[in-house]
Each structure stands twice: as structure tokens, then as C-alpha cells.
């Protein structure tokens, strides 16, 4: 028979009792980490996820977008357009409707030709000096071959230009450049901005 007495028995009861209460608590901190480190462990991966399928996007479209640059040629005769990404097919200039240009679709190369507009950029450029120098925005129009897909593109670019005089032949008009101005456009857009900055007389 123990020699232990009802006070001693007692407090050893809630002794093991505290020691059964602390592992519970224990048991249930570690299922709680647990839960806490897989749902942390989810949640890291969804968002990995999330930032590859945006990553992925983004990189998409950056491939379908146009970036349109021009090489001058025959002395500024000419402008030759080209993108780095995609093969050109079919592209439209329209001109302001106040320069009178009917749109122009160049049948062979993706170009733009001084000629279209020489007359009426001398004419609204005569009376002053010789040497002028200015943007004309023109609204391009471009289909282009994205992998096996034909994408089109719209935007209003300006064409750098100049003038100069020449012995005993008039002004010419050069071409120097092209550089974006807008993503997207139409007819309207353009012949503000052509109200607003087109040279003085």
C-alpha cells in the first residue's frame, strides 16, 4: 500500500494532468506550423505562378508589338520601313487631308517617298528661307506576320524632314527620319496635330 497521502495523491493527479495538457498544446502548435507551412508553401507558389504567367504575357506581347524605324535612302529620297521582330506586308500612309495627299500603299517595298509630298510641303514652306527643317505626322497603317498569325498596327509617326536650296533647280525636300509620336490613331487625331505644328508660311 502506497504511503502516500490524499494531499500527495491529489497534486500528482493534476500533476499529469498539467503534463497531458502540454502536450496537448504542443501537439496542436506543431499541426498548427504545420498547416501554417503548407498553406505559406501554397500560397508562395501561387504567387511564383502568377508572376511566370504575367512574365509570359508581357514577353507575348512585347513580341506582337511594332516598333517601326525607317533607313533613309538615295539621299533622303526616300524612307524605308522596317521592324526588328516582324516581316512587313501590306502598309498605308495617310497624310494630313490639308496637305491634299491621297493616302499612299506603296506596291513593293514598305517605303515613304519625298515626292508625295514635296509640292505642297515646299509650297507651305515658300517665301522664307531656304533651309527649313520640321515633322510631319503621317498615320501608318501596317499588317505584319507574327509567327504564322497577320497582325495590323496603327499609329501616327512624324516624318523629319528639310529643305534646302539648290543652284539653279529650286528648294528640295529631304527626308531625315522617322520617329513614333502615338500608338494607335485615326484621321481626326492627326489633322489636329497637324493644325497645331504645321510650319508657318
Known amino acids: 500500500m502506497s504511503g502516500e497521502t490524499p494531499t500527495e495523491r491529489r497534486e500528482a493527479a493534476a500533476t499529469r494532468r498539467r ?15 504545420a498547416a501554417l507551412t503548407l498553406w505559406t508553401n501554397w500560397s508562395d507558389h501561387r504567387a511564383n505562378e502568377a508572376d511566370k504567367l504575367a512574365a509570359q504575357s508581357s514577353a507575348a506581347r512585347e513580341r506582337t508589338k511594332i516598333d517601326l524605324s525607317a533607313i533613309v535612302q538615295d539621299g533622303g529620297d526616300t524612307l524605308l520601313l522596317k521592324d526588328a521582330r516582324h516581316d512587313l506586308q501590306d502598309v498605308t500612309i495617310t497624310f494630313p487631308k490639308a496637305l491634299g495627299v491621297s493616302p499612299q500603299r506603296p506596291p513593293a517595298e514598305p517605303i515613304i517617298d519625298a515626292s508625295w509630298v514635296s ?18 505626322p503621317v498615320l501608318v497603317s501596317v499588317q505584319y506576320f507574327d509567327g504564322d498569325r497577320t497582325r495590323s498596327a496603327v499609329g501616327i509617326y512624324d516624318v523629319i524632314w528639310k529643305t534646302e536650296g539648290r ?20 484621321q481626326a487625331r492627326l489633322d489636329a496635330i497637324w493644325a497645331k505644328e504645321k510650319p508657318a508660311a
Not at 522664307?128 to 527643317?133: K, L, M, Q, T, V
Open 167 to 186: 543652284m539653279l533647280r529650286g528648294r528640295a525636300l529631304k527626308l531625315e527620319g522617322l520617329r513614333v509620336r502615338q500608338r494607335g490613331g485615326d
Open 119 to 136: 509640292a505642297p510641303m515646299l509650297k507651305l514652306t515658300d517665301g522664307g528661307s531656304d533651309d527649313r527643317a520640321g515633322r510631319l
Open 19 to 33: 503534463w497531458v495538457t502540454l502536450a496537448e498544446v504542443v501537439a496542436v502548435a506543431g499541426v498548427l506550423i
